[in-house]
């Protein structure tokens, strides 16, 4: 199942209020691989671990939230900080 990208027009984050857009595949691929790997922390410090059909982040680039069966999961303990796809 695909995310409707119509919703970005009325949905942001719930913790900056700043837009969302789908996130590139090759990041939204590093982000799964880091889940894979048991490496990928949520906002609130546990290990992600289920990878996500899609991801959509926070325009500035900063802050991620997993989209599972079509469904964007918009809660602030299920965000991931991005800055972890880098290291």
Do not use: H
Request: hydrophobic share 40%; proline share 7%.
């Amino acid at each position: 199942m695909s995310f409707d990208t119509a919703l970005l027009d009325i949905i942001c984050c719930p913790v900056t209020r700043l837009p969302l857009q789908v996130m590139p595949s090759a990041r939204a691929a590093r982000a799964n691989e880091l889940i894979g790997a048991g490496r990928l922390k949520s906002r609130n410090g546990k290990t992600v671990s289920a990878p996500a059909e899609q991801w959509l982040m926070t325009r500035d680039g900063k802050v991620a939230y997993p989209v599972r069966d079509g469904i964007p999961v918009l809660l602030e303990d299920e965000g991931v900080e991005l800055s972890q796809l880098d290291d």
